[in-house]
């Protein structure tokens, strides 16, 4: 029983993951990156660095292992997260750091890496979020409950016959085991939610700072919300 409580945790911290307010690399888990005709883990093609500074935490940069390599992660990271900002950025060196006479091709990949931004949790996508991770909470209380209820009837079955303070015992325990995973998937999904908060606030922040610099009444968004909700 417990080793299946936690599989059902476990698979609802994944599908959190998947749902990206700050870099994490956990979220590329599910890129696969073809390497001619084998599927490949990203970290198998690339190096990856998360950006987890407390005001830069919303980066990812995969630094291709070969420049062969360039390519695939670009559509692969694409098929599993079209909802990244996804750029090319530059190592190159500036124009005096080149020695003279030294020819230096911008063009090349051989310096260019991949860089990741996690999108802007505006309150579209706060209230996406919030409605995914409550999905993924139900489907996980409700398999936590189907499990707990098959394995009460196979004790049940078991203490036949047995006297009723071993049936009560046994049923305490496993009640013990079912609220300890119940309480860390509501733990996890609060801190989820936490996250994803604070990131629509740093987001209100940021337009609020905006209009104030340009004049705009910072009260009120363009589709006439109110700032602080």
Do not use: W
């Amino acid at each position: 029983m417990q080793a299946k409580l936690l599989g059902h945790v476990a698979v609802m911290s994944y599908g959190y993951c998947q749902l990206c307010v700050k870099a994490d690399a956990s979220s590329l888990l599910g890129v696969e990156v073809m390497d001619g005709s084998l599927e490949k883990h990203i970290e198998d093609v690339a190096d990856v660095y998360v950006h987890d500074e407390e005001n830069d935490n919303d980066k990812i940069d995969i630094v291709p292992k070969h420049t062969e390599f360039f390519q695939n992660l670009l559509t692969a990271i694409h098929d599993v997260h079209p909802e990244f900002k996804i750029t090319i950025e530059s190592g190159d060196p500036d124009d005096d750091q080149i020695p003279e006479g030294v020819e230096y091709d911008r063009d090349s990949l051989e310096s260019k890496y991949i860089r990741l931004t996690m999108p802007e949790v505006d309150k579209n996508r706060r209230d996406l979020i919030n409605t995914s991770v409550d999905a993924l909470n139900q489907v996980c209380k409700t398999r936590m409950t189907a499990c707990q209820a098959q394995c009460s009837a196979k004790v049940a079955e078991l203490l036949l016959g047995a006297p009723a303070e071993t049936a009560d015992e046994a049923k305490r325990a496993m009640d013990e085991v079912y609220n300890q995973y119940k309480d860390m998937c509501d733990n996890l999904t609060d801190e989820k939610k936490q996250e994803v908060e604070d990131a629509y606030q740093r987001y209100l922040t940021g337009v609020e700072n905006e209009q104030s610099e340009s004049g705009t009444d910072s009260s009120v968004l363009n589709n006439g919300q109110s700032l602080r909700l």
